[in-house]
Every structure is written in structure tokens, then in C-alpha cells.
């Protein structure tokens, strides 16, 4: 019987788990002033129906009803922290939250904002932007 019961437990705990990254991810996306489009991108190519849905399941019932794939929660956790780390570095929330939009003439970024470089839609790309706010972080 307990068998029976746990693909449901883990399925609550998957779609919980989709819930508090939306959220997070939504919170950001406000905070970058991120078009729908852009934060679909940003989670690998969502369908921009499939993301206002999950806003207005959020809105509605503060949870979606869908699991996220460990791809688009991979996303989010590189999102999380490149918030996280320009909070860190810039003393003030303007500044940190305006960073991901401003030209940038370090190493691999060419003079484009950050955003430009998230936006080619790969992991790597997050993961690359991630990795420069680190290292600028001294991590």
C-alpha cells in the first residue's frame, strides 16, 4: 500500500517545489522589468500560453498545477542566483536589479547587457552569466 501512495507524495512535492520556483521566478522577472516573452525564453522556450497560465494559477490558487522539468528548475536556480549575487555586489536594489541591462565590456559579454547574452536561450548562457558574478564575487 505505501507504494501506491508515494508517485502521489512525490508529485505533491515536485508541483510545490514548481510553485516556489515560479514564484521566485516571477518575482524576478518583475524586478528586471522582463517581458512575458523574455521569461519565457529565460526558461527554455516556454510557450507563452503555458506561462500566463501558471501566472494565473499562482494568481488564483497560489500553486500551478504542473510540474516543472528539472531543466526549467535548473533555470530558475541560476536566475535565483544571479539575483542573489548582484544583490550582493550592488549596494542598492536599483542598481543590482538594472545590472542585468546594462552593457557590460567584460570578457564574453562584447559590450552587451547581461539579459542579451541570457536570452540566446542556452543553459550555458545562464550558467556563464552566473559564473562572472561569482568570480566578481571573489567565489
Known amino acids: 500500500m505505501e507504494t501506491a501512495r508515494q508517485p502521489d507524495t512525490d508529485a505533491r ?9 515560479l514564484k521566485a521566478a516571477f518575482k524576478i522577472a518583475e524586478r528586471w522589468e522582463l ?5 519565457a525564453t529565460l526558461l527554455g522556450g516556454v510557450p507563452l500560453a503555458t506561462l500566463r497560465r501558471w501566472k494565473r494559477q499562482l ?9 516543472l522539468t528539472r531543466d526549467q528548475l535548473d533555470r530558475v536556480s541560476y536566475l535565483l542566483g544571479i539575483h542573489k549575487a548582484l544583490h550582493i555586489l550592488f549596494p542598492n536594489a536599483a542598481q543590482a536589479d538594472g545590472w542585468v541591462k546594462r552593457p ?3 570578457p564574453g559579454f562584447d559590450g552587451r547587457p547581461a539579459l542579451d547574452i541570457m536570452l540566446q536561450g542556452g543553459m550555458d548562457d545562464l550558467r556563464n552569466v552566473r559564473r562572472h558574478l561569482d568570480a566578481w564575487r571573489g567565489w
Not at 512535492?13 to 520556483?21: F, T, Y
Open 104 to 106: 557590460n565590456t567584460a
Open 59 to 67: 494568481r488564483q490558487a497560489g500553486q500551478v498545477r504542473t510540474a
Open 13 to 21: 512535492r515536485r508541483g510545490h517545489a514548481s510553485s516556489v520556483a
Open 35 to 39: 517581458t512575458d516573452a523574455q521569461l
